[in-house]
């Protein structure tokens, strides 16, 4: 156990350099995190960026970004979010089939068609390009496959993009999942309970199809405090803080 908690705080002090680095890479070329998205067209409510999203179909990830009527988003100081999926029909994300039946017959969700597609997190961005939420969201919002959270967490682990997306935003995806993976843990399960309790109380449609239901669970993160926490230097930690203009 000991041994495991050590590798586990030493990936995260990884991860936390490799963030670091990213936004240092975005200081010195005066950029914005989403640059290498939107690719220089204007942001236009609710279209995804890129329009079929970046997929890796060698590692079986993808992504898109998109923002929100300013009515419609999470809270906060929101511009917008990227939406993070596996494909399942990738090699890496084989399933514990017969684990996650039993999970889906839990939830209310046994019956549903199996998508190839499994929706894992979202990452809420400020207008300056910096990570202040990170939320799951009820299967309606994008008709996927429901994976229980220890099956999400697995595969998260694993997040790598090689044959698509841009490679800054990708190395920051793997930073930002590997930086902050107790958080996610605990949003994961967060999300499981309310899904559970979903399932047991009497509803007029199942909570899963409950289109006044978006967010399942959400927590907000401060990428400088979980540095801190880690140990970085303070000249490093004042990376994250950038103010870069669009």
Known sequence: MQRQEVSGAAAQRGAARQLLG?????????AHLLDGVVQGRPLVQWEHYPADDFIDRETGYQYFYHCHAPGARTGGPEHGHFHVFARLDADRHRLDER?????????????????????????????????????????????DRVLSARAVVRALAG??????GDPLVNRWLAALIGLFRSQIARLLAARDRRLLAGARAPRREP???????????????DADRQ???????RAARAQVRLRISR
């Open 22 to 30: 990213c936004y240092a890479a975005l200081a010195a070329d005066a």
């Open 99 to 143: 684990s996650e039946a039993d999970f889906l017959a839990l939830i209310g969700a046994g019956a549903r068609p199996r998508h190839a597609l499994a929706h894992l997190l979202a990452v809420a961005l400020t207008p300056k390009g910096v990570p202040s939420a990170l939320f799951t969201v009820n299967q309606w919002v994008t008709g």
């Open 159 to 164: 997040f790598e993009m090689r044959s698509a």
């Open 207 to 221: 909570l899963l199809e409950d289109r006044a239901i978006e967010v399942l669970s959400s927590v907000a993160i």
């Open 227 to 233: 540095l801190r926490a880690l140990g970085q230097g």
